[in-house]
C-alpha cells in the first residue's frame, strides 16, 4: 500500500512511524511533513488547506490510503473530497468534524443525549456574556468555539482574568471567528484524562488512555500551550473506568452522531474531568491527540493498518486491537518564547546520541541547506521512551534529554512525576 499522511507534527511523525511497521506499506507519503519525516518518508510541499492540491498528490502518487492528522484540513471537508474523487480517507466528513469544530455544537449534542458533562451556557453577544459573567464566582472556564489550535479554553481564577479572557475572544477577536461565539462553564475539579477510541460509526475500540499536561512550566504554571508532554497509562483511570466512559461518552456520542445525520467514522478523542462523582467529558476532539498519539501508539501491538481499513469499511467489530501492558511518557522539547513568539532555524545537536530503546518524533523542525536539522517551530521535539511502569519509562526518557540540545531548549521537569511521587 502507499499511503499519504496529511500534516506537520509529532503526532503525524508518529503516525508515520508506526504505519512503516505494517508489511502492508510499500511506502509513505507526508504533506507537508518535517525533517523526521523526510527520513523515513516523502514529504510533499503542500499546505494543508489546499484540498485541491492534496487530491491530486494523492492521485499522481497512486495513494491507497489518506490519513489526516490534524483538525484543520478534516474541518475543511478534506475526507469528503478525497471521497468524491474515489480516494479512501481516515477521518471524519466535514459535518461530523463539528463535534471539534464546534464547542457549542458539541454542547448542545452533550445536553440533548445526556452525556455527563459540566453545566454552562452559550453566548454570541459580547455584553450579554459580559453580565452573566458578572454574576459567577471564579474560577471560571472561558471557551471560544471554534478551533484555537489547543488554546481556547482559559480557566481564570480570578474575575479580572475571566473578563480578559472574554474580551480577548469576544472583542480582540484573538482566536479570530471561531470566538463568535463562546461557552461560559462551571469548573469542576478532578484529574483529567484523554481517552481516545478507533471508531466505524457502530463499533467503539478504546486507546489505552493518557494524561497531557497543557501548561508550559512545571507545577501546571504559566500559559497554555498545545501541550509539553504526555504519557500512558494513568493509575487514577483503570480498565473499569475506561468501560464506563465507553458506555456513557464514547458510544452514546457516535449513536447520536448517527442519530442526527452525521454518521461518525475515524478516532474519536474525549478530554475527560474524572471527579469524586463519575467521570465528566470536557470536550471532543477529531482526531488523534498531540502529543497523547507520541505514548499511545508505541504501545499498540496490532497492525494499525488492518484497524485504519476496518473503520473506512465498516467492519471495526472484526478487528481486535491489542496492546502492551507496558508503560509510555513523552516530554516536548520546545523553543524559547514558545507559545508567544519565539525564533527559528537554530541547529538540532545530540539526534544521534539517544539510546536504541527511545524514540524521537519531531514536529517543528526541517531539514537545512547543510543537511543538518533546525528548529523550525515552537514545539520540535517529542522525545518517548517505554519501561515495565511509569516509573521506568520516565527515567529512561529523562536520561535521554540532556543528550540533545538546541538554542533556547526548554521542557517540563515533571511530566509524569505524579503518578510516582
Not at 15 to 41: D, H, I, R, Y
Not at 312 to 328: H, R
Amino acid at each position: 500500500m502507499r499511503i499519504l499522511v496529511t500534516g506537520g507534527g509529532g503526532r503525524e511523525h508518529t503516525l508515520v512511524w508506526k504505519l512503516l511497521q505494517s508489511p502492508k506499506v510499500e511506502k509513505v507519503f507526508v504533506a507537508p511533513g518535517n525533517a523526521g519525516t523526510a527520513l523515513v518518508a516523502e514529504n510533499l510541499d503542500i499546505r494543508l488547506t489546499d484540498l485541491e492540491a492534496l487530491g491530486k498528490a494523492a492521485r499522481d502518487k497512486g495513494i491507497d490510503l489518506v490519513v489526516v492528522g490534524p483538525e484543520l484540513p478534516l474541518s475543511l471537508g478534506i475526507v469528503d473530497y478525497l471521497d468524491s474523487l474515489g480516494i479512501p480517507a481516515f477521518g471524519p466528513t466535514k459535518a461530523a468534524t463539528q463535534i471539534e469544530s464546534s464547542k457549542v455544537f458539541a454542547r448542545n449534542l452533550m445536553e440533548k443525549y445526556g452525556m455527563p458533562s459540566p453545566k454552562g451556557v452559550v453566548f454570541a453577544s459580547y455584553p450579554e456574556a459580559a453580565r452573566y459573567l458578572e454574576r459567577q464566582q471564579p474560577p471560571i472556564v472561558v471557551k471560544a468555539d471554534g478551533l484555537a489550535g489547543g488554546k481556547g479554553v482559559i480557566i481564570a481564577d480570578s474575575m479580572q482574568k475571566a473578563k480578559m479572557a472574554l474580551g480577548d475572544i469576544m472583542e480582540a477577536k484573538i482566536f479570530g471567528s471561531a470566538g463568535d461565539k463562546v461557552i461560559i462553564d462551571e469548573h469542576v475539579t478532578g484529574q483529567e484524562v484523554s481517552l481516545i477510541a478507533f471508531t466505524d460509526g457502530k463499533t467503539i475500540s478504546p486507546m489505552v488512555p493518557a494524561c497531557d499536561y497543557k501548561k508550559i512550566w512545571d507545577n501546571d504554571q504559566g500559559p497554555n500551550t498545545g501541550g509539553m508532554g504526555s504519557y500512558s497509562p494513568p493509575g487514577f483511570f483503570p480498565a473499569q473506568l475506561v468501560e464506563k466512559v465507553s458506555a456513557t461518552i464514547l458510544l452514546p456520542a457516535i449513536k447520536a452522531m448517527a442519530n442526527e445525520g452525521m454518521p461518525y467514522k475515524g478516532v474519536l478523542y474525549a478530554g475527560l474531568m474524572v471527579t469524586e462523582k463519575e467521570p465528566l467529558v470536557l470536550e471532543f476532539n477529531a482526531r488523534f491527540g498531540d502529543p497523547e498519539t507520541q505514548v499511545i501508539l508505541p504501545l499498540l501491538k496490532t497492525d494499525l493498518v488492518d484497524i485504519l481499513l476496518a473503520v473506512i469499511q465498516g467492519n471495526l467489530n472484526q478487528v481486535e486491537a491489542e496492546w502492551s501492558t507496558d508503560a509510555c511518557v513523552g516530554v516536548v522539547m520546545a523553543s524559547a518564547g514558545y507559545p508567544g513568539s519565539y525564533k527559528t532555524g537554530f541547529p538540532i545537536k545530540g539526534l544521534d546520541e539517544v539510546d536504541e530503546d527511545s524514540l524521537v518524533f519531531h514536529a517543528g523542525t526541517r531539514l537545512g541547506d547543510d543537511g543538518r536539522i533546525h528548529t523550525d517551530g515552537g514545539r520540535v521535539l517529542t522525545v518517548v521512551a517505554s519501561g515495565k511502569d511509569i516509573a521506568e519509562a520516565r527515567q529512561r526518557v529523562y536520561r535521554q534529554l540532556p543528550n540533545i540540545s538546541f538554542e533556547g531548549c526548554h521542557y517540563r521537569k515533571d511530566i509524569a512525576l505524579r503518578e510516582i511521587s
